[in-house]
C-alpha cells in the first residue's frame, strides 16, 4: 500500500512497539509503504526525535544500503521515579506482611500494567548487554521473567522445583536455600539453553539469594553464562547475599513489632547506564 | 509541551498501545500537546483509519465534550491465520510427543513474540466482553493469562496447587481431574477475586477439562462469574469434555504409533466476533 507520512508514523510506530530489539531494514518499510527510503529515513528522524523526547525509548539507526533501524525500550528517570515511588507506596499498605518475614505482593503481581513496567525498568538497566535468555524460578517470577524478555524479543526459561512430565528429560542440581538452609532440588529441561547463552536472572524476591545462586549453578551446568541478576525486592536484613553483583529495585525492611514494612528504593539507580546508546547517525536529508 | 502533528502521532500511537483498553479523554490529550481538541479529533481519525486498515485494532470514540478514546486490540483474520499456521507447524515438529499424550511445548510457550500474540487472539475473541480478571492453574498456563490480561489491563489471578507462605489465607477446593479421576486440590488467596467479577479462564492444555472445570467452581466459591475460556490447546481424543463453550486456537490428535502429532485450528473461527465493535463516531472535522 502507499501511505502518507501521517499513516506511514502510526503505522511504523506500532511496528517498532511491537518489534522490540529487532533489526528491520529500511528497505522492509520502503516496500511495506511503497516510499522511498529517503522519505522512510525522515519518517524515522521524526520517530526517534519523539521516542527519545517522551522517554519511550530509544531508536538505533545504521546508515547505508543495508541500514536498519532497531527499537531499543528504554524508561527515562521521571518514570523510574514514578514507578518505584508508586510501588513503595503500595507495598507499605497494611497488613501486607505475613509470617516468616515475607511481603504479601500477589496483588500488584498480578497487574500487567505494574509487571510490564517493571520489566521496561530492568529491560533498560541491561540495555547495552548482549542477551539470548531471561530465566526465572517458578512461580512468582516467571510473569515478571516474561515482561523482560518481552522487551527483548529473546526467550524466558523457567526453573522448576520437581520435573514435570510435559517437559521431557531435564537437568537437576542441588543448591542450598540462603534462608532455610536446607538442600534442595531445582530441574531445567535439557533443551532450555543451548552452550554459552547470555542469560538474565529474574526474581520477584530475594533473602538470602539462595535461588539466585542456585540459578547460576544452573546456568554453568548448561555451559552458559550468567549475564545479569535482577529482582524486585531484597530484604535489608539477610546480610551479606550469596550473591553479588545483583539490580534491585526496592529493599525492604521489617521493623520489629511493627505492622508497616519499610520500603527503600534499591541500587537500581546505580545500574541504569547514562550513556544508554551509543551515539548514532540516521541516513537521512534535512528534515522537512 | 506544544507539538506538531508528526509529533503527536508518534506519541499519541505509542500513548494508546501502552493503554489498551483504557479510556483516554480528549482533555488529556488536548492537555499533553496543547492542542485544541479538534485537532486531536483528527489526528484520532487518522490513528483510527490506520489501526484499522493495518489490523492493529480498533479505535473506540465517545464524542461530545466529555469525549475519550479507548484503543481495543484486535488481531486481523490475515495475522490469526499466520499465527496459527506457525503454531501448527511447530508443533508437529518431531521429537514433540511425550509419554502420556502430552505434547512438548515448552520452547514455543518461552517465546514472548508467541505468547504476546496468542494473548492478542484471546483477547480478540473477548472484545465485547466485559472482563474484571483473567484466571489461570500454574504454572504452564501464566504467561499466557499475562498475555491477554495484558491487553485488556486487568489482573491475573493464579490458582495453585498448594497454599504458599507468601499469600496469605486462601480459599481451597477439591476437584477431579479428568484424565486420571484423582481427587486434587486447588487453591487461591482469599484476596484475589472480588464478588460478582467476571472472570476468563485461559490454561494452555486441555485433555478431558478437569481443571478448568475446577476453575469454575473457584469462580462460583467467590461468588463470581466465569465471562469465558479459552486454551491453546485441546485434545482431540478425550470427548466429551467435562466443560463447553470454550474457545481452543489448535486441536492436537496423537496417531496410533506415529512420532508426529496431528494439528488442527480448534475452534477459534467460530468465535471471532465478525462485527467486533459497535459503529462508532468521531467528533472532528473533514481531515486535513
Not at 238 to 260: A, F, G, N, W
Request: hydrophobic share 40%.
Amino acid at each position: 500500500m502507499k501511505l502518507k507520512r501521517s499513516s506511514r508514523l502510526v503505522d511504523m510506530t506500532a511496528y517498532l512497539l511491537r518489534h522490540p530489539q529487532q533489526v528491520i531494514s529500511l528497505s522492509y518499510f520502503s516496500e511495506r509503504y511503497q516510499s522511498a527510503k529517503s522519505s522512510i529515513s525522515e519518517d524515522l528522524t521524526i520517530i526517534k526525535e519523539n521516542f527519545e523526547s517522551q522517554e519511550i525509548g530509544r531508536l538505533q539507526t545504521q546508515a547505508g544500503a543495508a541500514g536498519g533501524v532497531c527499537y531499543m525500550p528504554y524508561m527515562g528517570l521521571e518514570e523510574v521515579e514514578r514507578l518505584l515511588s508508586t510501588l513503595r507506596q503500595q507495598m507499605t499498605q497494611k497488613n501486607r506482611l505475613l509470617p516468616g518475614g515475607y511481603l504479601y505482593m500477589t496483588d500488584l503481581l498480578g497487574k500487567p500494567d505494574y509487571i510490564n513496567a517493571i520489566g521496561r525498568l530492568i529491560a533498560s538497566v541491561f540495555i547495552n548487554e548482549k542477551l539470548d535468555a531471561v530465566m526465572t524460578m517458578e512461580t512468582k517470577g516467571i510473569p515478571l521473567a516474561y515482561a523482560v524478555a518481552s522487551q527483548r524479543s529473546i526467550p524466558v526459561v523457567i526453573v522448576r522445583r520437581s520435573s514435570k512430565v510435559t517437559e521431557g528429560s531435564t537437568v537437576s542440581i542441588n543448591y542450598i536455600s540462603g534462608s532455610s538452609k536446607r538442600i534442595q532440588t531445582m530441574v531445567l529441561p535439557r533443551r532450555s539453553l543451548k552452550e554459552n547463552a547470555r542469560v538474565l536472572i529474574v526474581d520477584d524476591f530475594m533473602k538470602a539469594g539462595g535461588t539466585m545462586k542456585g540459578m547460576t549453578s544452573m546456568i554453568q551446568e548448561f555451559g552458559a553464562e550468567v549475564a545479569g541478576m535482577a529482582v524486585l525486592v531484597e530484604t535489608k536484613e539477610e546480610q551479606p547475599k550469596l550473591v553479588d553483583r545483583y539490580v534491585s529495585l526496592l529493599k525492604l525492611t521489617i521493623p520489629d513489632r511493627q505492622e508497616t514494612p519499610i520500603i527503600e528504593n534499591g541500587n537500581v539507580y546505580d545500574w541504569l547506564p547514562k550513556q544508554h546508546v551509543n551515539p548514532t547517525k540516521v541516513e537521512t536529508k534535512d528534515q522537512a
